[in-house]
């Protein structure tokens, strides 16, 4: 593979890059789901939620973790995270930003379907 580019992009594009690959695996959705569902730091483990082995769940926290999106201790069979609210906010303005970018295409726009 190629060495990628970073410079050539703003940082919020790097920023939304990184967010989106972590976010890009159905456990890590799946584990923040449950975290938002309940709203509460968790010092349980998630494998009866998931279905997952605790070596596989602990390797998708520390994805989350890396990127600020929880926050806690995540040491072996010791765990306690939860949502990082500052960072979750920002995510979320992020994606917004992008999102709102976008306008319904006009009637005569050549990628309308018929």
């Known amino acids: 593979m190629g060495v990628t580019k970073t410079n050539l992009f703003t940082e919020e594009q790097n920023e939304m890059a ?3 690959k972590v976010l890009g695996h159905p456990a890590r959705i799946a584990i923040l789901q449950h975290l938002l569902k309940m709203n509460t730091c968790i010092n349980s483990d998630l494998v ?3 279905g997952l082995a605790q070596a596989t769940i602990s ?3 520390r994805e989350l ?3 600020g999106i929880i926050q806690g201790s995540i040491e072996g069979v010791s765990v306690n ?3 990082n ?3 979750w ?3 979320q303005k992020l994606f917004e930003s992008l999102f709102s970018q976008f306008s319904s295409a006009p009637a005569n726009s050549c ?3 018929h």
């Open 111 to 113: 990628c309308s379907t």
């Open 48 to 50: 009866d939620e998931l």
């Open 18 to 20: 990184q967010v989106a």
């Open 85 to 87: 609210p500052t960072k």
């Open 89 to 91: 906010d920002s995510v």
């Open 65 to 67: 973790k890396e990127i």
């Open 81 to 83: 995270y939860c949502i």
């Open 59 to 61: 390797q998708h926290l």
